[in-house]
């Protein structure tokens, strides 16, 4: 199983930045994860340095969509075996989904990183909205492996909707399985990306503007123009 997430997440991040094979510049890439639960986060990051290493995308920060400390000290540790010790971090402050995990606080307690508190580093939305500001038009593509809380609340910040909508080109987001035509996401195949957190998965995905610009794969990522087809108050647990 896990396996076979690191293949969708490797041809799914690849089929992103393969934008970048026919592109002069690398793709700007505004990274979330949740990394608690499962370890294809932990993949995905594998994925999307060797990306970077290969001058096919530019890494501009890496936030967690939970409030766990050793979450965030796991991406940084990443980040830094990686040999990108100073990527801008962030992580939910207040709220958020609290998970246990397997694997984070082993991590946290062997791996260099910079985490000591996760009251030392900013809230995610500061990061999405600091990110953007100074990023041009239509150069970011956000990628979501995670719950959809920081999306939700970056879009209700003061001036997000426009940020969104003025800097970010793509939103790949992993969270559903979207079976069928029209797709319908399948939830009993497993899908706590937006269940966990759903009235922010509902809010993110039916007010992200310029629903042509989310992206639906087939698999275990995305969807395009599910603001429709997505009705957590029936479909999520
Ligand atoms: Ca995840």
Redesign the pocket.
């Known amino acids: 199983m896990i396996a076979r997430l690191l293949l969708i997440l490797s041809v799914s991040l690849s089929a992103l930045c393969g934008v970048s094979l026919r592109a002069a510049e690398p793709v700007k890439i505004l990274f979330d994860?949740?990394?608690t639960t499962?370890c294809?986060?932990a993949g995905a990051m594998a994925v999307l340095h060797a990306l970077a290493d290969r001058g096919e995308c530019e890494i501009l920060a890496t936030v967690t969509s939970v409030p766990d400390p050793n979450a965030l000290a796991t991406v940084d540790a990443i980040n830094r075996y990686r040999g990108r010790p100073d990527l801008p971090l962030g992580l939910v402050k207040e709220g958020g989904v609290k998970m246990p995990s397997k694997f984070t606080g082993r991590i946290a307690r062997e791996f260099p990183h910079r985490v000591v508190s996760g009251s030392d580093f900013p809230d995610a939305v500061e990061v999405y909205r600091e990110i953007l500001t100074h990023q041009p038009d239509r150069s970011v593509v956000l990628v979501t492996?995670?719950y959809l809380t920081n999306v939700s609340r970056f879009l209700q910040s003061p001036g997000g909707m426009e940020l969104a909508r003025a800097k970010v080109t793509r939103w790949v987001c992993?969270g559903g399985n979207f079976i069928g035509d029209p797709p319908k996401d399948d939830l009993s195949l497993g899908n706590v990306?937006f269940q966990r957190d759903a009235a922010s998965a509902h809010h993110a995905i039916h007010h992200w503007p310029g629903g042509n610009r989310l992206r639906r794969t087939r698999g275990l990522l995305g969807a395009e123009r599910a603001r429709d087809r997505f009705r957590p108050g029936r479909d999520a647990g």
């Open positions: 994860t949740d990394m499962d294809d986060d492996v995670g992993m990306n």
